[in-house]
C-alpha cells in the first residue's frame, strides 16, 4: 500500500495527483501545486501591478492630460478613441479586483500553510476540530514556497527552483 503524501489531492480536470495542490487554474490550463505555486503567485502579482498601472494611466489620461485641440486630429489613427479608453478604464477596475484579491488570498493562504482546497474542505468545519499540522513561521511558510530565503529572489520568474526530493514513505505493516 502507497502513502500519498500530505496535501496531495486528485485533480479531476488533469486526472493527475498533484502535491500540495492550491486549485485548478482556468487562467493557466494546469494545476497549481508545489512546483509551480510560487509562479503562479507572481504571475497574479505582476498581473495586479500592471493593472493598477493602466487603471492609474487612465485616470491621468481623464483627468490630468488636457485633450488635443491644436493638433491635427486627421494624423491620429483611431478618429475615435474615447470609447476605447473607456474600456480599458472598466477593465483595468475589474482586473485590479480580480487580481489583488487573488494575490490576497494566496498570500493569506501560504502564511497560514493552507490551500485553497483546504479551505473550501474545512470552510463548514470550526477550526478547533480541523486537522493542524506543526506550526511553522509565515517566513518559513513562504521559504517553502518560493524555494529559497533570498526574499529579493522572489519577485524574479526567471530564475531556477530547486524541487523538493521525491517523499516516500515506509511500508508499514499492522
Request: a positive charge.
Amino acid at each position: 500500500m502507497v502513502q500519498r503524501p500530505i496535501k496531495s489531492h486528485h485533480c479531476s480536470r488533469c486526472m493527475r495527483c498533484i502535491r500540495k495542490m492550491d486549485h485548478h487554474c482556468p487562467w493557466i490550463n494546469n494545476c497549481v501545486g508545489e512546483d509551480n505555486h510560487w509562479l503562479f503567485l507572481l504571475l497574479v502579482f505582476y498581473a495586479a501591478l500592471l493593472s493598477i498601472y493602466t487603471f492609474i494611466l487612465q485616470i491621468l489620461h481623464f483627468y490630468y492630460f488636457p485633450p488635443c485641440v491644436s493638433c491635427d486630429k486627421s494624423l491620429f489613427i483611431h478618429h475615435n478613441s474615447r470609447w476605447f479608453m473607456y474600456v480599458v478604464f472598466v477593465l483595468a477596475i475589474l482586473l485590479t479586483i480580480i487580481c489583488v484579491g487573488q494575490v490576497y488570498t494566496q498570500v493569506i493562504n501560504i502564511a497560514t500553510s493552507r490551500t485553497t482546497v483546504e479551505s473550501i474542505i474545512y470552510a463548514k468545519i470550526p477550526p478547533n476540530r480541523r486537522p493542524t499540522l506543526a506550526k511553522q513561521t509565515s517566513f518559513k511558510n513562504f521559504k517553502d514556497v518560493f524555494g529559497t530565503s533570498w526574499v529579493i529572489c522572489w519577485l524574479n520568474p526567471f530564475r531556477r527552483r530547486q524541487a523538493k526530493p521525491m517523499i516516500f514513505y515506509p511500508h508499514q505493516t499492522v
